[in-house]
């Protein structure tokens, strides 16, 4: 078993915006609060006060990871979602991983979020944050900085979210500050056994 790469997007372009620079990308949409735009070749917050969220609109299998680069981290607060279910009229559920100064693994549920676990932990600019959900009935929630582990595995076993698509997330404050990179979705699959014949000689 491994981990495999379905999305990465490296958000190579000038300023527009995430959905017109590649289709893949969904908002949440609730009105034009959420929308999360291009520009040199990183992500930002461009306009409103709501949330902005958007998942990439693949097949993923139902254990899933989603990782961003952060970019000016001590000014602009953000990270991903896993398992995003986009259930229409701005309302969503999934998990998430978001650092505001530190790092908030949370659950959202029809829009609304609550945080699961909080980690003490700084990131710097080119960081990398990555979150992790295997598992259906209870879901087992890894998060990680530069590929270590940075939290103690959280297991949500309450009315768990089982299926969903990953994506990203930046707090609410619009600003062109860039914030998010090169963004890479994953799925947990099973290794491809090898047949290997044999030859049976009969002398």
């Known amino acids: 078993m491994a981990w495999s790469t379905v999305k990465s997007d490296a958000f190579t372009s000038s300023a527009m915006r995430l959905s017109t620079y590649n289709a893949g990308w969904v908002e949440v949409v609730f009105g034009t609060n959420n929308r999360l735009y291009i520009s040199s070749n990183a992500v930002y917050k461009g306009e409103g006060d709501g949330t902005p969220v958007s998942y990439w609109n693949g097949t993923f299998s139902e254990d899933q990871a989603s990782q961003i680069t952060m970019l000016n981290p001590s000014t602009r607060a953000g990270g991903v979602y896993v398992r995003i279910t986009d259930k229409g009229s701005g309302l969503w559920d999934g998990y998430y991983v978001f650092y505001n100064g530190s790092v908030i693994l949370g659950k959202t549920v029809d829009g609304s979020s609550s945080t699961l676990q909080t980690t003490t932990n700084t990131l710097a600019d080119n960081d990398v944050l990555r979150l992790e959900a295997t598992g259906t009935t209870s879901v087992e929630l890894k998060v990680f900085k530069n590929g270590t582990q940075i939290n103690t595995t959280y297991t949500?076993?309450?009315?768990?979210?089982?299926?969903?698509?990953?994506?990203?997330?930046?707090?609410?404050?619009?600003?062109?500050?860039?914030?998010?990179?090169?963004?890479?979705?994953?799925?947990?699959?099973a290794d491809v056994a090898t047949f290997v014949p044999q030859v049976i000689m009969v002398l």
Do not use: H, M, Q, Y
């Not at 009315?159 to 997330?169: D, E, M, Q, W, Y």
């Open 156 to 189: 949500d076993a309450s009315s768990a979210l089982r299926n969903g698509k990953p994506g990203i997330v930046t707090n609410s404050v619009s600003d062109t500050t860039l914030c998010l990179d090169d963004f890479v979705g994953d799925e947990w699959t």
